[in-house]
């Protein structure tokens, strides 16, 4: 069993930049790819990034390539989402989660965490 904790949200401006984290506990962190999921109110869940166990592979949706990047640190438990250049579009809660296989789909993610808000303002 591998428990999820994110932290690193908040209300920031449109061209912001905010650093998200994701602390595993239980289980090998190292066994599993891990990915960033978003949701906004209304909207269905969407890739944000992925990155395989190693780190060498890594995975972007369309809408946050060239702005965000995943990156995973396998000593400390801990995968990270760095965003820049935030617009108010980047709203939503965002969710990590661990998979054995990655990929861009949910379904193949077996661990998710609570979620953590971010909220870009205009």
């Known amino acids: 069993q591998v428990q999820l904790v994110e932290s690193g949200g908040g209300l920031v401006q449109a061209g912001d930049s905010l650093r998200l984290s994701c602390l595993a506990f239980?289980?090998?962190?190292?066994?599993?790819?891990m990915g960033w999921f978003r949701q906004a109110p209304g909207k269905e869940r969407e890739f944000v990034a992925g990155?395989?166990?190693?780190?060498?592979?890594?995975l972007y949706g369309d809408s946050v390539k060239g702005r965000f990047t995943i990156s995973r640190d396998n000593a400390k438990n801990t995968v990270y989402l760095q965003m820049n250049s935030l617009k108010p579009e980047d709203t939503a809660v965002y969710s990590c989660?661990?998979?054995?296989?990655?990929?861009?789909?949910?379904?193949?993610?077996?661990?998710w965490g609570q979620g953590t808000q971010v909220t870009v303002s205009s």
């Open positions: 989660a661990a998979s054995p296989y990655g990929g861009r789909d949910s379904i193949h993610y077996t661990y």
């Open positions: 239980g289980g090998t962190f190292s066994n599993y790819a």
């Open positions: 990155v395989s166990w190693s780190g060498s592979r890594l």
